[in-house]
């Protein structure tokens, strides 16, 4: 047989030969040239399926579309019809209604046409304007900068002169926020090159906050309103818990199945609202703020206000494609503010510990410009930074689930991480913590003071600390107790003790609102651990510049929330100095009495070292 013709081969089946003959290159009989081959038949119908597929795939999806925008357009017509019933049957609330149908315009506008798209529309004829008819120089511009921000000083001074005159004493924590910017300075890298203007419009920024939320009846109304909405909206947990853990033990065990599902439940909410695009519009609008008015990059605006609600550790997987080109400077912005702030699942848990609610999220919103402030102080940019402004706002990415449904779902499947990461902190620290203690006592009582822990330590290394931010003298050792164990345990753990002290009516409220202001941000030794575990995950090619930085990040976080602390003992109303004096009076008069009968001093003297040994 022919081996060389490639039609006919040979096949060797049982030692038999066999032949084979390729059927392909046959010679084919009949006119063949105009018939079409089966291969290309069955391909074409084929692609007529795939194309009526894909059409009807089309159809179908904007046929869903059309729909959800038909039973959208319902539901907001059917809340305006309700909008008016409820100022014909009550007009008291006409404001409120106003507010509503504010809200519910962009919420429609944001839906069809997008709010950064109207918003462009309304600006660029305005800029086209005032590029043609107000051509004013760069010189002139930056004059005009610097001499509105020398007038709000001035206003502010003035403010402040009026506001502090019949109070002195509140110049306490002023002193404290020139005190800290001075310490900043002196350890900056590069004292010369400190960019001035983010400095100041972050204490500017501050102030503005303080006086809106502490001084302005309005505005403290609003965010009480705020507070007050968001502590009902978390107590809705309560269902939940009871469901799972039972109606009449769910309370026994506070922290595991009270507080702990409220970060659950808050955590599918802010999934949703990722969902729904209201988070990237807040912090887009946030980090546009920091941007335009401190003169700092996109990317640390950026992640410091996205550090406002999601956590400096969540944010390294917006901040991963930028992290290999940013500057030291930048990279030093990111991380102190990181520090500095508190993610807002976390917010929630903090709330149910009993402290004021309108405090604990206006402290990590007032912290963010002070945050950016403090870098800039301590850490000046010397390079040229070359990040762009349109790649880092995109890179926020909208909630990619299908539906609702499955945004709240993953949100809670999130937290899941968030609270093992508190569980087992809480065991380890609060263990620890027991075994120090032990330790320190032990150690002193051989020397004849057994009283020394951890606790007793704090209270006098940070003692000055909350005295120049303006605490009360007699809460002083109290708030320096909760400051060593935010910066060498966690905050967490601060927050309990503090709700712990508001429920015994322990401290003062100006020294619960001050030690709230000092709480609120990641500012401990175990975050710079967590934190550069992160930010190597995102990107290892710089763990050195991330391990250089992060004590100074730390400490800086920390610094921004006695500022913002700082602040609010300014605009606090109410003398620190009172219930000092109330006490002495007290003390007076008690000594007085042992004239007339020395035994019950004694008696309360007992009973006090009573209490303090059974509360160790």
């Known amino acids: ?38 291969a290309e038949i069955t391909d074409t119908f084929g692609q007529l399926l795939n194309y009526c597929s894909e059409a ?85 511009q930056i004059l005009a900068g610097r001499v509105f921000t020398a007038s709000l000083f001035l206003a502010l001074g003035v403010y402040l002169i009026v506001d502090l005159y019949d109070e002195p004493e509140r110049l306490i924590p002023l002193g404290g926020l020139i005190l800290f910017l001075v310490l900043m300075f002196v350890t900056s890298t590069a004292p010369s090159k400190v960019q001035w203007r983010a400095v100041l419009w972050g204490l500017l920024l501050q102030f503005i906050m303080g006086i809106i939320i502490l001084r302005w009846p309005p505005g403290y109304k609003v965010c009480k309103l705020m507070g007050d909405a968001v502590a009902k909206f978390l107590s809705f947990t309560d269902y939940g818990s009871k469901f799972v853990f039972g109606e009449k033990t769910y309370t026994m065990h506070v922290v595991v199945f009270k507080i702990l599902p409220v970060v659950v439940y808050f955590s599918a909410v802010v999934s949703i609202l990722y969902y729904l695009g209201v988070m990237q519009v807040i912090i887009k609008g946030l980090a546009k703020l920091f941007q335009y008015t401190m003169n700092t990059t996109a990317v640390e605006s950026f992640a410091t206000a996205a550090h406002i609600f999601i956590g400096q550790v969540v944010s390294t997987v917006a901040l991963k494609p930028f992290l290999r080109d940013i500057t030291l400077s930048e990279l030093n912005a990111v991380m102190t503010s990181g520090f500095a702030t508190v993610a807002g699942t976390v ?113 006098y290394t940070f003692m000055p600390l909350a005295l120049v931010m303006g605490v009360r003298w007699q809460d002083c050792g109290k708030v320096a107790e909760l400051i060593g164990k935010k910066i060498f345990i966690n905050e967490f753990l601060s927050f309990a003790d503090l709700g712990t002290m508001i429920k015994n009516d ?111």
């Open 347 to 459: 917010i929630a848990a903090y709330i149910e510990f009993g402290v004021p609610a309108e405090h604990v999220i206006t402290a990590s919103f007032m912290s963010a410009p002070a945050a950016l402030a403090v870098s800039k102080l301590n850490w000046p940019e010397t390079e040229v930074p070359r990040g762009e402004e349109k790649d880092v706002y995109m890179n926020l990415n909208v909630g990619n689930e299908y539906n609702i449904m499955e945004a709240a779902s993953a949100g809670a499947l999130t937290a899941i991480k968030l609270i093992s990461y508190v569980t087992v902190n809480l065991i380890a620290f609060i263990s620890l913590l027991a075994f120090l203690d032990y330790f320190l006592s032990s150690m002193g009582s051989r020397v004849g003071h057994p009283e020394v822990t951890f606790q007793f330590l704090c209270s």
């Open 56 to 140: 009807v795939s089309t159809c179908r999806s904007a046929i869903n579309h059309w729909f959800n925008d038909a039973i959208f357009l319902a539901l907001v017509i059917a809340y305006i019809i309700y909008i008016v019933f409820v100022i014909i049957f009550d007009t008291s609330t006409a404001f409120w209604t106003v507010v509503d149908l504010i809200i519910i315009c962009l919420v429609v506008i944001h839906r069809f046409w997008g709010i950064p798209t109207v918003l462009a529309h309304i600006t660029t004829p305005l800029l086209k304007i005032r590029r043609r008819h107000c051509v004013v120089s760069p010189k002139r």
């Open 506 to 616: 322990e401290i003062n409220e100006r020294s619960i609102v001050i030690a709230t202001y000092i709480l609120c941000g990641f500012g401990s030794i175990a975050a710079m651990g967590i934190n550069l575990g992160a930010f190597t995950a995102a990107d290892p090619s710089r763990r050195q510049d991330y391990a250089k930085g992060m004590l100074r990040a730390m400490i800086g976080g920390n610094v921004a929330c006695f500022m913002t602390a700082c602040v609010a003992g300014i605009l606090y109303e109410g003398n620190p100095f009172q219930n000092m004096v109330e006490m002495n009076s007290n003390m007076t008069t008690m000594l007085n009495s042992t004239s007339v009968n020395g035994t019950s001093l004694v008696g309360n003297m007992f009973n006090q070292s009573s209490l303090i040994n059974g509360t160790l």
């Open 1 to 38: 047989m022919d081996q060389t013709n490639p039609l006919v081969s040979k096949l060797q089946t049982n030692g038999n030969a066999s032949v084979v003959v390729d059927m392909d290159v046959l010679p084919r009989k009949g006119n063949y040239e105009h018939s079409a081959d089966p």
